[in-house]
């Protein structure tokens, strides 16, 4: 069975929504049964919507996660809304959306097909991924209000991840909540002897060795958003896990940490494309996955 991947899409440019039949086309040619969409399609449902559909359209399952961006909710400052809850558009509101547009909502329960299951959650971060040196020159406070000097990390205006008492919760706290629901979907198919191969599927990332590092600010004050290492410990805990799939960053990429294939083929943005070609973009931005080569079962019980 072969399974596409695409992340980032960012369909509120039209140059990327003028990619996706392109997309969807050479995905339906190569003859991929599933289509993952990593998270980051766009803040409006409408184009999340129809992105799901266009993928669906040609046959493939599509699997979705959504991305930091998906769960925006289109207000100037959402936390100062009591009233707005991402946790509610993270498990209802796209769900419902997803599912009215036959995909499978990732983050509502693992899918399985045959003897391969995926796997999901958005992920959040926690800032493990700050170098140290950074840390150290930084107010600890800076990562919170995700604000520093002139720049701005825009989930601080269109995140409101809420606790029972509807009190903003900590980044740290909305990471832990997203490990823990991904940790019970990897114990659910573990615990499925019908089930061998795990595929991993996260917007936010987790292992560092996917984190792009430049060494100056802001980019490396930016990398504290870019997800958590506990994320990449609840993967690694399945001995059925054999690809783990990310967005976010707009950076191609490719790993393998303690014997997962890691990788991530994002769209981005148009300005981060100057020079492709619209071939050179639709072999590059989609990961592919022959579960064929996930070859023998695991002898780990
Ligand atoms: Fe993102």
Redesign the pocket.
């Known amino acids: 069975m072969l399974i596409a991947s695409v992340s980032?899409l960012h369909t509120d440019f039209p140059e990327n929504r003028t990619l996706i039949p392109r997309l969807a086309a050479e995905i339906y040619r190569r003859g991929a049964r599933v289509i993952v969409l990593a998270?980051?399609v766009s803040h409006r449902d409408e184009r999340i919507d129809r992105a799901l559909r266009a993928f669906g359209e040609l046959g493939a399952r599509v699997v979705y996660v959504p991305?930091?961006?998906d769960l925006w909710f289109k207000v100037e400052n959402a936390p100062e809304r009591p009233d707005l809850d991402t946790w509610h558009r993270y498990h209802q509101g796209l769900r419902v959306l997803a599912e009215r547009a036959g995909a499978h909502y990732l983050p509502s329960g693992p899918l399985r097909i045959g003897d391969v299951a995926l796997v999901g959650s958005c992920g959040w971060y926690d800032y493990s991924f700050v170098l140290d040196p950074i840390r150290a020159a930084l107010d600890p406070g800076d990562f919170g209000r995700k604000r520093l000097q002139g720049w701005m990390w825009s989930d601080a205006r269109f995140i409101a991840f809420r606790d029972e008492q509807r009190a903003l919760m900590a980044d740290t706290d909305v990471a832990r909540r997203m490990e823990c629901e991904l940790t019970a979907q990897i114990r659910e198919v573990d615990a499925d002897d019908a089930i061998r191969h795990v595929v991993a599927v996260t917007?936010?990332q987790a292992f560092s060795a996917s984190v792009r590092r430049t060494g100056t600010l802001p980019w490396e004050f930016f990398n504290a958003f870019m997800g958590s290492e506990a994320l990449g410990r609840a993967i690694l805990t399945s001995p059925k896990m054999r690809v783990a799939i990310y967005?976010?960053t707009h950076t191609v990429g490719e790993q393998h940490v303690s014997g997962i294939r890691v990788f991530g083929t994002p769209l981005g943005y148009p300005r981060e494309r100057v020079g492709l070609s619209p071939e050179e973009i639709i072999q590059t931005r989609i990961g592919w996955i022959d579960t064929v080569r996930f070859g023998a079962p695991s002898t780990c019980s």
């Open positions: 980032d998270g980051d991305g930091n961006h917007h936010h967005g976010h």
